[in-house]
């Protein structure tokens, strides 16, 4: 009796063990993966439970004394006002290293990431050229030097803003990036932000953002991250922020091989202050009215591989040393103002299409 409840117990112990080991495939699988309605198959970056709603900053935001330090309005920090309106996604620039080449300290780099990760935000690194030193120097000495390829809080790699991918040469500079970044950071996500091509007979002169570029791109990156604007054109067409939205990530998606797609910059101006053109354009409520647009058609489109929407930008920032004299720096663009103590109505977007996301995930599994 005794040795045949031990060779029963084995049997349900095997059978236990099976039935586990198959629901942590499950688990797995569906962690990295979820499939469109046409059955394609998506992956996802690493430590994504949620999609990714997410703002465009630089690092002088975050920084005490800097001038542009933005802190909210009950006394906390730059991140204790991104969490409170619902951002949990920062693409990281750096005006100050472009400028002049000169980077900042490990350890304003290192408490940068702490605090992200303390508030559970996610970090794309963007690296830049500055006028001395390559992108290239700046991932040795942040991801390399600094040890940031190991922080908790790195969730991508941006190798490059809207580089030419009609340029042999800076196609190899991407290339001797990505090969240096994965070596470094292996388990994080490499994309590259944005894209041009110089139009064939016209020196100079650019193809913006078209998706039948990404091609050329499509074999250095895990992430396809296209850039949008041009809401106020569509606008006068009758074409809303949505359909542009979803119009434009369609034309992506048809090139983009099943990876996953971040539109990593979007925006709208504010009407306060000068963008691209020599007026202020938009207003307020326009700007509002743009973010949700483009905010619920990405949610929308969680599942047909798109994974979030980074906009453009949350608060100025020091000028680059080559802006035109239109955008200057950046509050046009801006939704935070006044260091952290004005937040136009775009500013709680983030929170309100979040919310309505998890409303309708609830009424969904409601009996």
């Not at 041009?230 to 067409?237: I, K, L, M, T």
């Given at each position: 009796m005794a040795a045949s409840n031990v060779k029963n117990y084995r049997s349900s112990r095997k059978g236990w063990i099976a039935v586990l080991l198959l629901a942590l495939i499950i688990v797995l699988l569906v962690g990295l993966w979820f499939r469109n309605e046409d059955g394609d198959t998506y992956t996802l970056p690493?430590?994504?439970?949620?999609?990714?709603?997410?703002?465009?900053?630089?690092?002088?935001?975050?920084?005490?004394?800097?001038?542009?330090?933005?802190?909210?309005?009950?006394?906390?920090?730059?991140?204790?006002?991104?969490a409170q309106l619902g951002i949990n996604t920062l693409r990281i620039t750096d005006v100050r290293w472009?400028?002049?080449?000169?980077?900042?300290?490990?350890?304003?780099?290192?408490?940068?990431?702490?605090?992200a990760a303390s508030h559970h935000i996610?970090?794309?690194?963007?690296?830049?050229?500055?006028?001395?030193?390559?992108?290239?120097?700046?991932?040795?000495?942040?991801?390399?030097?600094?040890?940031?390829?190991?922080?908790?809080?790195?969730?991508?790699?941006?190798?490059?803003?809207?580089?030419?991918?009609?340029?042999?040469?800076?196609?190899?500079?991407?290339?001797?990036?990505?090969?240096?970044?994965?070596?470094?950071?292996?388990?994080?996500?490499v994309t590259i932000g944005g894209w041009k091509s110089e139009i064939a007979g016209q020196p100079g002169k650019f193809d913006w953002q078209d998706p039948a570029d990404i091609p050329s791109l499509i074999d250095l990156v895990d992430v396809v991250s296209p850039h949008l604007y041009?809401?106020?054109?569509?606008?006068?067409?009758g074409i809303s922020p949505a359909e542009s939205t979803r119009d434009f990530l369609s034309a992506v998606r048809q090139q983009a091989q099943r990876k996953p797609i971040l539109l990593e910059e979007f925006g709208a101006g504010n009407g306060l202050a000068t963008t691209t053109q020599a007026v202020p354009t938009g207003s307020p409520s326009w700007q509002a009215s743009v973010y949700r647009g483009v905010l619920q058609e990405v949610t929308a489109e969680h599942s047909q591989g798109v994974i979030g929407a980074v906009a453009w930008i949350i608060a100025p920032r020091p000028a680059p040393s080559d802006a035109s004299g239109y955008q200057g720096d950046m509050a046009g663009w801006a939704f935070v103002l006044d260091h952290g103590q004005r937040l136009l109505p775009a500013a709680q977007t983030f929170s309100a299409v979040e919310h309505s996301q998890q409303d309708r995930l609830q009424e969904g599994s409601s009996p």
């Open positions: 690493r430590n994504l439970s949620r999609i990714a709603y997410g703002v465009n900053v630089d690092i002088s935001a975050m920084i005490a004394g800097s001038g542009y330090t933005v802190r909210a309005a009950n006394g906390g920090d730059f991140f204790d006002l991104a472009t400028n002049s080449g000169k980077m900042r300290s490990r350890g304003v780099w290192n408490a940068v990431f702490q605090e996610n970090i794309i690194l963007l690296l830049t050229d500055s006028n001395h030193r390559s992108a290239l120097a700046e991932a040795h000495i942040l991801l390399g030097d600094y040890g940031l390829a190991h922080a908790p809080a790195l969730w991508m790699v941006d190798l490059s803003n809207e580089p030419d991918v009609s340029d042999a040469q800076e196609m190899d500079e991407l290339r001797a990036e990505a090969a240096y970044v994965r070596r470094v950071a292996p388990k994080v996500p041009g809401f106020e054109q569509d606008a006068a067409r």
